[in-house]
Structures are given as C-alpha cells and as structure tokens.
C-alpha cells in the first residue's frame, strides 16, 4: 500500500512538474488574460506598462543601449492624473507578455485618439521630461535593443497600430469594442469578431552552389544589401512565393529550397518573416533585375560575404565616392540567413 501511494506520488507530482514548468505556466497564465476580460483587469493591477507616443515606444539610453521603461499601474494612473487625463484610458492597453513570475506587461499609448479621453493626444515633449526617456521610433531604435527589448517592443508596436486601424467593423460601420487584452475586437451591432492580422513574407538567400545572391532596393542605407525579401501573394505557398519571388526581381529559377528560421517584423506593419536558402542550377545564374523593384543584385563569394558580416554599417563615403558593402544587422533574420550559409560553406569546404 505504502508502495502503491508512493509510486502514485511520484506520478502525481512527475505530472504537476510536468504540467508546472515555467513555460507552460506561463502559455496558459497569458491564454486566461486573452479569454477572460475579468482575469485580464485583475493582472492589470499587477502589471507592468511599456509606453507609447503615436506608437513611438518611450526610451531610455543607457550606455549605447536603449532601454524600455515598465511603469506600474499606480504611476500611470498618477501620470494620466497629473495630465489632466482619465484614468479609464487605461481600458486602450493591448498585453503583450508576461514574465516567469506572471507579472503581466502591457503596452499603452498615449498619442493616438483615445475613445475614453477628452484630450485625445498628450503632449510629447511634457509626457518625456515628466518619464525622464524619450518617444523614438521603433525604425530607429530597434537595433540598439537588446533582443528581449525589441521583441516586447516589436509585438507591442504592431498589435496597437492594429487597434488604431480597426476601430470600425467593415461591414456595419459601427465602432468595434476591444476585448481586455487586446486580442481581438468585436463589432456590438452584428457580433462580427476581427483578430490581429500580419502579413506573411519570404525572405531567400539564393545560392548557385559557391556564391550567393544579395540586392539592394533604393531605400536602404547606402552599401547595405540584404537577400530578396516579398510578401505572400493571395492563395500562395511559401514555396510558390519564393518562386515567384525570385523570378519576378532577378530572372531566376529557384531548383530547391530549404526552410532555416522565421520572425515577427513590424515594418512595415506587422509581418511574419519566413527565411529560407534556395538553390538556381549552376549553368542557370544570369541575373535580370526587376528595376522597379530593385535597385541592383549581385552574387557574392564566400570570402566576400564572410567579410561582410562582420561589419557594422551605416557607413559614411569613402574617398572614391562608393560606399563599403555591409549586411543587415545581428537582429535582423536576414543577418542569421546569409551566417548560416556562410557556416555551411565553411563546413563544406573543410577536408573530409
Ligand atoms: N527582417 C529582415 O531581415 C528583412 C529583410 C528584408 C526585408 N524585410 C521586410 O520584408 C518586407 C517585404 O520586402 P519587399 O519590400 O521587398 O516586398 P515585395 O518584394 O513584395 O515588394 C513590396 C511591394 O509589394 C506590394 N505588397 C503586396 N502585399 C503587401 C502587403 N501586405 N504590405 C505591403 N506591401 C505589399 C507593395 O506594392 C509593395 O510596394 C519589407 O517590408 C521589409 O521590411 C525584412
Ligand atoms: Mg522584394
């Protein structure tokens, strides 16, 4: 008996860890906050606020680094106070993560039209010299976050301008009503739900076997070129995409492809970027570009590239009038895309 309840014990508690691990805990602790506005309010009242000016997140510098401020409750509803503000524009905050001890964050910002306020937009300069940061915008100040900073800040970025653009229904015209957590809004006049919505994109690193394909689109940062990048046309595949991706910007056909990683992009207003290597037939590598898409494209060598990645752009012009070739930074999918092939030519190149 005492072998049997000893032996069921074990079991018992084997399955609470099991069901206990942080992670877990975690999952299900933010998936109440979604389904149940009340348990929502409540972590509220615990919960850290990161914040927003006309969804530029508010920052702090700290040695080269930003950083993202968290405010309680308490001093948000002190700060709204002292703004002349409700405190019911509180209800506009979107969650975003928790930490390990289910302390849950939040976003807020302070600069787009609120539905509970009089003065709909605080004012900026006033807002930083009272939280002793600055509102930058996230394009800016992305790389000089660290990663858990500009993950928070990139989810929360998205989700509140999602929340800025649906505050109608399409259909009835009616103002849609946010849940609690902000994950979806409902339209009170027909029950239509509509949930946060990303855009899929293919970002492929083409390879002809020893060298690879990176281009530049105008817009970039002079001397930086990354690997081809497109959004999902409606009905696609992601192979179909990269596909067509590659034909319509260079004149290539992809032969095979592997998926590597994905990531969640806020430009240019919440994407999910999916990277892959692919591969053109070795006798097959004429590049046309497209012009209207890019400005150039060209293969790279092995050395060419590895170089590269060790650069840190933007740069200034050089005496000959050019710029040096750099590649995206460490934050960016594309860095980790174009690191892995470079570790894969590494490796192949070795002696057996
Ligand atoms: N994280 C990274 O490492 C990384 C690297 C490169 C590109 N990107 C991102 O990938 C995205 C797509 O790259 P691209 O600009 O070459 O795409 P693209 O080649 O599909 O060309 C952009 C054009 O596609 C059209 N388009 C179709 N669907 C769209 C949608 N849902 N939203 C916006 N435009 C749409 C527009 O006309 C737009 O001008 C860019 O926004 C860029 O920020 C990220
Ligand atoms: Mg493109």
């Given at each position: 008996m005492f072998l049997y309840c000893g032996i069921a014990c074990r079991r018992k508690f084997f399955w609470c860890y099991r069901l206990l691990s942080t992670y877990v805990t975690k999952t299900r602790y933010l998936f109440e906050l979604k389904e149940d506005d009340d348990a929502c309010k409540k972590a509220q009242q615990t919960g850290a606020f990161y914040l927003f000016h006309g969804l530029a997140p508010l920052l702090q510098t700290s040695a080269h680094q930003y950083l993202a401020p968290r405010h309680s409750l308490l001093e948000l509803e002190r700060l709204l106070g002292k703004f002349g503000q409700?405190?019911?524009?509180?209800?506009?905050s979107v969650l975003i993560g928790c930490s390990e001890q289910q302390e849950a964050w939040f976003a807020l910002d302070l600069g787009l039209d609120s539905s509970?306020?009089?003065?709909?937009s605080l004012h900026k300069p006033e807002m930083e010299t009272e939280l002793k940061g600055s509102f930058i915008e996230l394009r800016k100040a992305l790389f000089q976050l660290n990663a858990r900073d500009a993950s928070m800040l990139s989810t929360a970025q998205a989700l509140l301008r999602w929340h800025d653009a649906h505050?109608?229904?399409?259909?009835?015209?009616q103002p849609t009503k946010k849940n609690v957590a902000g994950s979806k809004r409902v339209c009170?006049?027909?029950?239509i739900i509509y949930y946060p919505q990303m855009a899929p994109v293919v970002i492929t690193l083409v390879s002809d076997g020893t060298r690879c394909l990176l281009a530049r689109q105008s817009?970039?940062?002079?001397g930086m070129y990354s690997a081809l990048a497109g959004f999902c046309d409606i009905g696609e595949s992601v192979e179909e995409t990269i596909h067509r991706e590659v034909a319509e910007e260079v004149g290539l056909e992809v032969e095979s492809l592997q998926y590597c990683a994905s990531q969640h992009w806020p430009f240019p207003s919440g994407s999910l970027m999916i990277a892959c290597h692919a591969t053109v037939k070795p006798?097959?590598?004429e590049i046309q570009v497209n012009l209207r898409e890019l400005e150039t494209a060209a293969w790279f060598s092995h050395d060419e590239v590895a170089t590269a990645l060790k650069r840190k752009g933007p740069y200034t012009q050089q005496q000959n009038g050019t710029f040096p070739f750099w590649l995206p930074p460490k934050l960016a999918i594309s860095h980790q895309l174009i690191k892995e092939w470079v570790e894969k030519q590494t490796c192949s190149s070795l002696p057996a």
């Open positions: 409700d405190a019911q524009r509180i209800e506009d509970f306020s009089i003065r709909a505050q109608f229904c399409s259909r009835s015209g009170p006049s027909n029950n817009s970039f940062p002079k006798g097959q590598t």
